[in-house]
């Protein structure tokens, strides 16, 4: 089953995420990506299926981000698309207020009963600072903070640059400032709320002052320019013990627990087309649900009036496609598009994905990345099983990312084999 090792080739990972403003060409046309700030409205929803309909190829991505993003949208249509985006508050006024304002809270914040405090405000405010602050807009475009209240849904496994977390102190609700390591979290203290969101602020523009090599993300800050960052911060009070890391817990279907009924279903690899979003818009218009919420787990979450609504949403969701059963196999996977939306790629990323699905199970893989290059764009983190294209075949990859090296080769044909000859290594 294994084939002859091909050439490798490194591909050249951009350092940067398309947006509205700053399309990003892919092999289906212009990428359009839209930062909503964690939720759409029915109406908004409506507009946007129907704006990827009459401007891009109809098919519509969830991103690891919390962001949608429109495919196959042609040049000349981005006046008019851009026109639509700004009847509907979906566009920001530069590219460079849109590429930085990256920041990632729980799909079910304000309305999650476990939660230490509700973080949408501080969000708001982080938002507002990194669009209103032009000095915080030399951050690299990937730079992401991350607001956990400490609720039901962990972000842990999120990577973040800078990360606050509400944690107990005695009678007060502190949040924990934590930077990204090379290994793990460097948390550095806690702080009231808008303490601690204004010293996040104040480590970013730091980190802008220091002028270090361009795109550099805080994992990769050296120590002494890290001691730098830290020198004069508002005052943190230390944490008797780091933070105890949160296992990924992302329920589908109906979710406990919440102030207000809420429904939850995935897209198979973020993927959904402008038929089916406008029919889970029409129908949460209908159940009289206020918003739908974007996680960064490419699923949405649907607050609604009751559980008749939420049932509705659920049928909604099957006909469409989407998947509302947690134990399905191909939640485990993260796969980009392939040879059928990128350049970079020789393979179908998303067959392969599928067709190993339900073997992963008796393999005893809990993750598993199919990346049609070695960028690895559909997740950054190692996984249990890596598959990367590599010419027209796969390298497989064990415990390791896109970027590694494979330890053996299979052709696309040859992947019903492939748990077999996992097993007998």
């Known amino acids: 089953m294994t084939a002859p090792a091909p050439e490798l080739v490194v591909s050249k990972v951009r350092g940067w995420c398309p947006g509205a403003l700053r399309p990003m060409q892919s092999g289906d046309g212009l990428i359009v990506r839209l930062r ?7 109406a908004q929803l409506l507009a946007v299926a129907a704006l990827a309909e009459r401007h891009g190829n109809g098919l519509i991505d969830l991103t690891r981000r919390a962001n949608i993003q429109m495919r196959g949208v042609k040049a000349e249509g981005l006046p008019a698309l851009w026109a639509g985006l700004a009847e509907l508050h979906l566009l920001d006024e530069a590219a460079e207020q849109e590429a930085v304002r990256n920041v ?17 405000p501080l969000v708001e405010s982080l938002e507002s600072a990194l669009s209103h602050r032009s000095e915080l807009w030399a951050l690299p475009a990937k730079f992401c903070f991350v607001v956990d209240g400490g609720g039901a849904l962990p972000l842990d496994e999120e990577r973040a640059d800078i990360r606050l977390l509400a944690v107990q102190n005695e009678s007060r609700i502190n949040l924990a400032v934590g930077l990204d390591g090379a290994e793990d979290v ?3 203290g806690a702080a009231a709320p808008d303490l601690a969101c204004a010293a996040a602020l104040d480590l970013a523009a730091r980190l802008v002052r220091l002028n270090l090599r361009a795109g550099i993300r805080m994992r990769d800050v050296p120590d002494p320019a890290k001691r730098q960052l830290q020198a004069g911060v508002a005052r943190l009070t230390p944490l008797r013990s780091a933070p105890a890391f949160r296992a990924k817990q992302h329920p589908l279907g109906v979710i406990a627990n919440c102030a207000t ?11 959904i087309d402008a038929v089916a979003l406008r029919r889970l818009g029409q129908c ?5 649900a206020r918003e739908v919420r974007i996680s960064p787990w490419r699923s949405l979450y649907v607050p609604v009036p009751d ?19 947690p134990a399905n196999p191909l939640l485990s996977i993260d796969a980009c598009p392939g040879v059928a939306g990128c350049t970079s790629s020789q393979v179908d990323t998303r067959a392969a994905a599928k067709r190993l699905a339900p073997a992963l199970g008796r393999m005893g893989i809990r ?16 996984a249990d099983l890596t598959l990367v294209g590599v010419g027209d075949c796969f390298g497989v990859l064990r415990y390791d990312t896109a970027q590694g090296k494979p330890l053996s080769f299979v052709r696309p044909a040859s992947l019903p084999d492939l748990p ?4 007998s290594t």
Do not use: Q, Y
């Not at 077999?420 to 097993?423: D, K």
């Open 36 to 42: 909503p700030r964690g939720h759409l409205t029915p």
């Open 104 to 120: 990632l809270s729980s799909p079910l914040a304000g309305i999650d009963h476990s939660e230490l405090l509700d973080p949408r």
């Open 186 to 188: 460097e948390w550095l």
């Open 261 to 271: 009924p809420t429904v939850a279903f995935a897209a198979p690899f973020g993927r």
């Open 284 to 288: 949460a218009a209908e159940v009289g």
């Open 307 to 325: 559980r008749e609504a939420g049932l509705s949403m659920i049928a909604e969701a099957l006909e469409g496609g989407l998947i509302v059963d």
């Open 367 to 382: 993750t598993c990345h199919v990346s049609g290059c070695s960028k690895g764009c559909a997740r950054s983190g190692p």
């Open 420 to 423: 077999e000859a996992l097993n």
